[in-house]
Each structure stands twice: as structure tokens, then as C-alpha cells.
């Protein structure tokens, strides 16, 4: 003995204008006018004349609109040629000066960074990671003003290991110090000094 199986109800055509409860799957059909769903927004609702599709990117905001433009103090110009010559004169003992010289000044330009004094501790204990430190400071200032840093923490590279080439650390040093002298002038600062 069998039982006959009953058939599902065939679903009522989409534009019967049944109510949400009853329409197949919960959901009723569009009215009239409007674009099935899946095809982008109602009429009327969407971009302003002229401006482009919905695939079209937003806009970048500069750096300095999104992290403020620093107001602090500008730093001092540093001459390359000179700073190296006072390395070699004080048989290093210029680098601390330098670390906390520089450290003490972006800190005090932009309100954020390491500063003078934890630079200086740093650079006494952990010494060969300062190098890392103040190119990623130096790259800082200029990603803050929306530019493209032209130095970073990877121009440490030069500085360890690039020692073992000898030259690594002189290169290290003219790059980082000229992308902040530069950034210096490009802030109006035209005095250059030692200390």
C-alpha cells in the first residue's frame, strides 16, 4: 500500500501584489518603476551630475589633514661634511650629542616622537638601533605633510650591516641627514649650526 506524495504548491507569479508575508520567500516584489533588486540604487539616488560612478575611489586625504600640521619649533640646519668631522674628532662621542640634538628638536616641532633625552638613553644602551630610529623619525615629518618619505627605517640598512662595507654608515648618515636639512628648509629655516 502506498501513499500518494502531494506536490508543493506552484508559487503565485511575482506580480500578483501579494503582501510581504505571504510572497515567496518573505519577500515581495518591487513596485512598479523601480529596478529588480541587484541593480544598483532607485532612481534619483545617487551620485551628483558629473561626478562619476560608484566604482570611482574617494579621494585621499593629505597627511597633514589627517594627522594636523606640526606648529612646533623648526629645527636647525646641520651641515653634513662637518657633523662627520666632529664623529671622527670626539671619536663618537658627537653621536650623542647629535641623537639627542635632533630627537629633541622633531619632538618639539610635531609634538610626537622618542625627544632628546629618551633618544640619548637609547643611544648610550642600545646604540645600534638609533641609526633605525631617527631615519624613521626623519621619514615621519615628512609623511605627516601628505610627502613621500625619502627615508625610513630601512635606511638603517646602511648603517647595520652596511658597516661591514665600511661605507654603510657614511651613506646612511648623508641621506638621513640631508632628507632633514631639507625638511628644515622646506619649513623656512635658513640658520645652519653645530650645536
Known sequence: MTTPQKQP????????????ESAPYGFAPPPPGYPP???????????PPGYGSYAEPMPSVPGYARYGSPQGPIGQLRPTGMIMLLFFVTLGIWGFVYYFQTHEEM???TGEGLGGVLALVISIFFGLVSPFLLSHEVGQLYERRGQERPVSALTGLWFFPGILILVGPFIWF???NNALNAYWQSV????????
Do not use: E, I
Not at 9 to 18: I, L, R
Not at 188 to 195: C, E, M, P, Y
Open 9 to 20: 504548491p506552484s508559487p503565485p507569479p511575482a506580480d500578483a501584489g501579494q503582501p510581504a
Open 107 to 109: 619632538k618639539r616641532h
Open 37 to 47: 533588486p541587484g541593480y544598483g540604487p532607485p532612481p534619483g539616488y545617487g551620485p
Open 188 to 195: 623656512g629655516q635658513t640658520r645652519t649650526t653645530l650645536v
Open 174 to 176: 648623508v641621506q638621513t
